[in-house]
């Protein structure tokens, strides 16, 4: 009996159903079953809500009220107001020390009044960077005569000169990074004593 062979490129019929046979999966219907209604909501565990307004048992998270800037140039404005007569000016030259009290009953609180008097063309070390008032201020105001506020590199070159006007009070702070990033300087570029009063919180 003769043989058949199979030719190479028949195809055979698939065992599998066609696919419009084959019955898709039945859609998913939404249930009807309603979601649990959220319980109430417990602080117990929330440390943050639960002390809030609670004053803290460790010492260097304590609160610490800074003065306004508003406070700092009122007592400046007033202490100058008191050094006007040359009689309550400093007799030392070129260094800061406490102002008088008359000067120094502006300021209340832990604000520091001290004043300065500089000889034609002398200056004195401006505001400095203090490691125990990381975020102090200091308000600068010109009693009499003239005098800038000089900023400078470390290398001692200059890189800004303001002038202190009559009447306005001038916010500084120390020199951000310290010494390795620069100094302020307060020099008399008139004629006569400059007197200037220093506000410190």
């Known amino acids: 009996m003769p043989q058949r062979t199979l030719d190479p490129t028949a195809v055979l019929p698939s065992s599998e159903a066609p ?5 898709a999966p039945a859609a998913r219907r939404p249930s009807d079953t309603p979601s649990p209604a959220p319980g109430p909501v417990s602080l117990e565990g ?5 002390d809030a307004g609670r004053p803290s048992g460790y010492a260097h ?3 610490r009220r800074l003065p306004t ?3 700092l140039v009122a007592a400046a404005r007033g202490a100058a107001t008191s050094l006007r007569r040359p009689t309550l000016w400093p007799t030392r030259r070129g260094h800061w020390q406490p102002a008088p009290r008359a ?8 604000l520091r009044v001290t004043t300065v008097a500089l000889e034609p063309n002398s200056f004195v070390s401006g505001p400095a960077d203090h490691p125990a008032r990381p975020h102090g201020m200091e308000v600068l105001y010109l009693v009499s005569g003239r ?12 890189r800004s000169a303001s002038e202190l006007a009559e009447g306005r009070a001038r916010v500084v702070g ?4 310290g010494a390795a990033r620069g100094h302020h300087f307060l020099v008399n570029t008139g004629d006569e ?5 220093r506000v410190t919180a």
């Open 61 to 63: 998270l304590g609160e």
């Open 174 to 177: 120390a020199p951000v990074g």
């Open 46 to 50: 929330i440390g943050d809500v639960v």
């Open 147 to 158: 005098a800038h506020l000089i900023a400078s590199a470390p290398d001692g070159q200059m």
């Open 103 to 110: 000067a120094r009953r502006h300021a209340s609180g832990r």
């Open 69 to 71: 800037l508003g406070r």
């Open 19 to 23: 696919p419009s046979a084959v019955s």
């Open 193 to 197: 004593v400059a007197v200037v009063v």
